[in-house]
């Protein structure tokens, strides 16, 4: 059968437990050709590169990338080397423009957040003005880079059968920038009226506020790169933590998948990290991938385990990260 090549980058910390767990559980639905790849503060440490070129390169020959979590070093840490963010790096390489994050409880709660993920503060043009002692850094909102995300949120609603499209941005304050995100996304809602599909917009600062009020009210949500940072961790506050939300970060082609968590060093290398959030992001991977039958199976066991409360202690059960894969596979067998 084909054996789509994945590019394994398991990173820092808990990245290091929750991406051999979740192949464990994607050897039971399908055979991938696995390469492993280097990136994170370990490897800059062994040589001296956060993402070597190899691992870009790999990553570029690959059908798909799973990508763990890596720490970012303090600056008193590096002692002035250059460091460069491994997940940044591969965001634009890649040109993985938009960034998908699901939140979802497994009873009602299910929305979607849409996020750019090449522009807004995330191009890091900072810099220091000596001569008026300012810190100062570029807010880029592109035409072409808001035109791909919007018409990617909405393309996103009407495959998923999604039914209402929220902007969130903060154009009473950001009328360049924001206003111009706005003006885009209500153009092309017009266009998208013809398939059901409704649409509004909300100040971020509202949106932080429904979020925890009434989360229902949201459908698919589309938003700029550091605003759906933000909002993306809050909307996982609301089922249990980050051990429970998975991303998929897409280009033209090439999709990498991983979990919205980092490294957590608070509980790294005890083996009690939440594998839930990296093995839904798997299957996101697998919807890509076009193996959505696949991906479904894997979805309806992580389910199970959860509602019937084979939890980490992040959830607050006693289980260890490979007892809930284990139940996870036990009823990934049950269903196939
Ligand atoms: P974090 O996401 O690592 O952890 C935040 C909190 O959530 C911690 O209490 C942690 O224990 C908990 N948590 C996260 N994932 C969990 C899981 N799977 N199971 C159980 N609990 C979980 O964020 P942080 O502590 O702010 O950052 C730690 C490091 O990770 C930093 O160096 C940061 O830069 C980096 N980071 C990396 C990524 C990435 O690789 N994509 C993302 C976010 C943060
Ligand atoms: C995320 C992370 C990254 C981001 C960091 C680690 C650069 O927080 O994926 O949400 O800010 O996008
Ligand atoms: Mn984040």
Do not use: W
């Not at 398991?10 to 929750?18: F, L, P, Q, R, Y």
């Not at 100062?136 to 990617?152: L, M, P, Y």
């Not at 039958?293 to 959830?315: M, Q, S």
């Amino acid at each position: 059968g084909y054996m789509p090549k994945i590019c394994v980058i398991t990173g820092d910390g808990i990245g290091k437990e929750v991406v051999p767990e979740t192949l464990r559980v994607l050897n039971e639905v399908h055979d991938f050709e696995y390469i492993e790849a280097h990136a994170g503060y370990e490897c800059f440490k062994r040589c001296g590169e956060s993402i070597p070129e190899s691992t870009i390169q790999t990553a570029k020959n690959s059908d798909s990338i799973l990508f763990g979590s890596v720490t970012t070093p303090k600056p008193t840490e590096l002692k002035n080397k250059p460091y460069r963010s491994p997940i940044l790096t591969l965001r634009q390489e890649l040109d993985l423009y938009a960034n998908i994050r699901p939140t979802y409880n497994f009873k009602d709660l299910d929305f979607v957040i849409i996020r750019e993920n090449t522009e807004c503060l995330y191009v890091k043009r900072e810099y220091y003005d000596e001569i008026n002692e300012v810190a100062i850094a570029e807010r880029i909102i592109s035409k072409k880079g808001s035109e791909r995300i919007i018409k990617f949120a909405f393309e996103y609603a009407r495959l998923n059968n999604r039914k209402k499209v929220s902007c969130i941005h903060k154009a009473n304050v950001l009328r360049v920038t924001d206003g111009l995100f706005l003006e885009i996304f209500e153009k092309i809602a017009k266009l998208y009226e013809n398939f059901g599909i409704s649409s509004n917009d909300y100040l971020i600062d509202a949106t932080a506020m429904y979020l925890i009020k009434n989360p229902y009210m949201f459908d698919v949500m589309v938003t700029t790169n550091l605003f759906g940072d933000i909002l993306s961790d809050e909307a996982a506050g609301l089922i249990g933590g980050l051990g429970m939300s998975p991303s998929a970060n897409i280009g033209d082609n090439l999709g990498l998948f991983e979990p919205v968590h980092g490294s957590a060093p608070d509980i790294a290398g005890k083996g009690i990290s939440n594998p839930i959030a990296t093995i839904l992001s798997a299957s996101m991977m697998l919807d890509h991938l076009k193996m959505n039958k696949k991906a479904e199976i894997i979805r309806n066991a992580v389910k199970k385990t959860i509602n019937n409360g084979y939890l980490t202690p992040d959830l607050g059960g006693s289980l260890k990260t490979s007892e809930v894969v284990n139940k996870v596979i036990e009823f990934i067998r049950d269903e196939i």
